[in-house]
């Protein structure tokens, strides 16, 4: 798990997403008490929401999932200015 700026967290999102087809990513706070995680399955990708509230978006073209996201970082990590990173390959 890596520590990084929330500032950087949707340009490090989008590169590694451009390097591979499926993978996990974890998104959590300091206390590790709110997470966002963004599964990519091919051209498609779905983020979990849990922390204030806990939701699902499915079927997300990669533009979609940019915006939203944004969003969700505004939302789940409002004082945080580093976020915790972690990312999993598929077995």
Sequence with gaps: MKMIPKQTVLKRVKQLFKRTDNCELKLLTFKKDRTVTLLKQGSTITIHEQGYQTR????LSPQEAHHLLKKLLAY???RSHNVYLSKKDPD
Excluded: K, L, Q, Y
Excluded at 56 to 59: A, I, L, Q, R, T
């Design 76 to 78: 789940e990590f409002p």
């Design 56 to 59: 699902d978006f499915e079927n």
